[in-house]
Structures are given as structure tokens and as C-alpha cells.
């Protein structure tokens, strides 16, 4: 078996990831592309009451299963299937049921922090790191975050001041320098996408 290309695409919330991940996926092909979500491994809290969960700070790589997804990755590259947690957001919690994902050509791994972590990290053939303006970043957590994950507005803006901001100056703006390629202004900018995308193509061959 052919190992398969890994690919990071990490960056600050609402930075584009997700456009770049598409664009991505839509040139290589949905078939020969897996896209793992770090957001899938968020810990599971049901444990805790309703009103306590809403007060952890989910933007800490603690508050991911960081070892299990990097575990999935593994497998993955050795042609092994994996079951991907499903978490539900709005309740913050895991769902009993899981996805049965399987190896494929490329493995596409988002989110905010995979580049922080050394060991998902060196399993990665290539890191982009999409770099947005942090006022264009607010605003689309604040769309995302009410019409898809039940929010309310005022929740959003101290879940932003109290904990994705300093997070974000913490965790994510500094995982940057372990980037191979910067794209800025996330899925708009074109020409870095085709960039990463003739990398990609290049690997593969």
C-alpha cells in the first residue's frame, strides 16, 4: 500500500480553513480525499452539568482529544479504518453513534490547533496555515456559531473576549512558524490555493 499524503490545515477561527479544505477536495476529488476535523475530538462532557459546560474554555488544546485523533492518523496511514467521534455542539457532548472512516489517498486534517501538537504534526506531509484579519474572523464565528451551533449572540462575544482571543495569541497565531505554506485571506486567495494544490498533485505523482 501506497502511504497517504497528509495534509494540516490549521488557523484561527473563521480564518477560511474550511473554503481552502473544499477547494481542495473539489480539485483532487471527493473520492481520493478524507477530511478529519479536530472539532470531531472535542472531549466529551456529559458528565458535567448543562450550565457548567458553557464555562470551559474550549479554545485550550486541553479540551480536545488531541492523542486520539493523532492515533486515528496513524492507523489511517497504515490502511486501517477508524470510528470518528461525532460531537454535538450545541450540548457539548459526544454521540453514542460514531463514523466509520477508511484510508484513502489524501487525509486532509482541519483545525485551529493541529499545529500545535509535535506528534500530529511530524505525521504531516504538508502544513498550511490560513492567516485572516482578526475583525473578518469574529464576524464569521459570530454567523457560524448562532445559525449552525445554536448560539446566541451575546454568548459568542464573551465566549470570544474571555477565551478564543487570548487562545488565539497563545496557541494558534504562534503555531504559525511551523507552517510549510501561509495562505492569507483563506479561500480568496486563489493563487495560494493553486499553489498548495500542484504541491499536492506533485506528491501524488
Known amino acids: 500500500m501506497v502511504r497517504p499524503l497528509v495534509i494540516g490545515v490549521a488557523g484561527g477561527t473563521g480564518s477560511g480553513k474550511t473554503t481552502v479544505v473544499h477547494k481542495i ?12 476535523q479536530h472539532d470531531s475530538y472535542y472531549r466529551d462532557r456529559s458528565h458535567m452539568p448543562l450550565e457548567k459546560r458553557g464555562n470551559i474554555n474550549y479554545d485550550h488544546p486541553d479540551a480536545l482529544e488531541t492523542d ?37 489517498r489524501v487525509i486532509i ?5 493541529i499545529l500545535v501538537d509535535p506528534r500530529l504534526r511530524s505525521l504531516m506531509d ?16 459570530m454567523e457560524r456559531d448562532i445559525q449552525e451551533r445554536g448560539r446566541s449572540r451575546e454568548s459568542v462575544v464573551r465566549q ?13 497565531e504562534p503555531s504559525k512558524r511551523y507552517a510549510d505554506i501561509i495562505i492569507p485571506e483563506g479561500g ?9 494544490v500542484t504541491k499536492v498533485w506533485s506528491l501524488l505523482q
Request: hydrophobic fraction near 45%; charge should be negative; glycine fraction near 4%.
Open 109 to 113: 486534517v482541519e483545525g485551529i490547533l
Open 68 to 104: 486520539l485523533l493523532t492515533n486515528h492518523i496513524e492507523r489511517l496511514i497504515a490502511g486501517m479504518s477508524v470510528e470518528v467521534p461525532i460531537y454535538d455542539f450545541a450540548t457539548h457532548t459526544r454521540c453514542f453513534e460514531t463514523t466509520q472512516v477508511v484510508s484513502v
Open 126 to 141: 504538508i502544513k498550511v496555515y490560513v492567516d485572516t484579519d482578526d475583525d473578518v474572523r469574529f464576524i464569521r464565528r
Open 188 to 196: 480568496h486567495n486563489a493563487v495560494a490555493i493553486d499553489l498548495v
Open 160 to 172: 470570544y473576549l474571555s477565551t478564543v482571543k487570548p487562545m488565539h495569541a497563545q496557541f494558534v
Open 25 to 36: 477536495v473539489e480539485t483532487i476529488g471527493s473520492r481520493d480525499v478524507l477530511v478529519v
